[in-house]
């Protein structure tokens, strides 16, 4: 149990255009997501913390008006990379906690992103 | 604010090597550490934890103590296998709060 989906895997994208990345807990809810940003050779950088129904946290330094984070249902997270930019271009991962047990994380694959 | 220095990769090592991966970190109060393990193609994955000092987690044969004195949380194996290659990280969270932060990762490749 706890599984955690990102879809998609891997995304190619024309600078300028914007990217939605999902993230699922499939067999349980989750009141809180967190979304990380993780450079190559670099540790998992927190970006946000997402809860069900409000408004999302950003950690100093993230845009929020950049990257739009919505968490409309116990079940699904999304982030959405406005007008990417090859900067831009990194691994998002996921993670959640679950409504019963607020202990651990549960992280997703990750998504790759590249903008050209 | 909360920092964890890992040790560098990668790391290789034969099957039944004994396996050590340094972890430590700086913190106010107490904090929980964890080590995270993601396996290829995978997310990461709890592997061990401990909330306060003195404590060791264990799972899968790894163990890691919480050394408030030296405010390490090392992972040790006695003997690693094939099926233990995947990128380790170690974490913490405040007290009382549960966002995590992570060291960069440590690249483990064991050969038979």
């Known amino acids: 149990g706890a599984v955690v989906s990102q879809h998609p895997s891997w995304v190619i994208c024309k600078s300028g255009t914007s990217v939605k990345i999902e993230c699922r807990s499939l067999?349980?809810?989750?009141?809180?997501m967190f979304w990380y940003r993780q450079f190559p050779k670099q540790s998992l950088m927190l970006m946000a913390t997402?809860?069900?129904?409000?408004?999302?946290?950003?950690e100093q330094g993230v845009e929020k008006d950049k990257f739009l984070i919505n968490h409309a249902s116990l079940t699904l997270s999304t982030l959405t990379v406005t007008s990417a930019h090859p900067e831009d271009s990194s691994f998002y991962i996921c993670?959640?906690?679950?409504?019963?047990?607020?202990?651990?994380?549960?992280f997703g694959p990750g998504t790759r992103l590249l903008v050209l | 604010g909360n920092s964890v220095t890992q040790m560098e990769g990668p790391v290789t090592l034969s099957e039944e090597a004994f396996l050590t991966i340094n972890c430590t970190y700086t913190?106010?109060?107490?904090?929980?550490l964890f080590w995270y393990v993601q396996y290829p193609g995978e997310g990461l994955q709890l592997l061990l934890k401990?909330?306060?000092?003195?404590d060791k987690g264990s799972n899968k044969g790894f163990e890691a103590t919480y050394r408030k004195e030296t405010t390490s949380f090392h992972l040790e194996k006695g003997s690693v296998q094939v099926s233990d290659s995947a990128v380790y990280f170690c974490?913490?969270?405040?007290?009382?709060?549960?966002?995590?932060?992570f060291g960069t990762g440590t690249r483990l490749t064991i050969i038979p």
């Open positions: 993670s959640a906690i679950r409504r019963v047990s607020q202990e651990t994380q549960y």
């Open positions: 067999d349980f809810q989750a009141t809180t």
């Open positions: 997402s809860n069900e129904g409000s408004k999302a946290t950003y």
């Open positions: 913190a106010t109060g107490y904090p929980s």
């Open positions: 401990a909330t306060k000092a003195d």
């Open positions: 974490a913490l969270s405040g007290f009382g709060n549960e966002k995590l932060t």
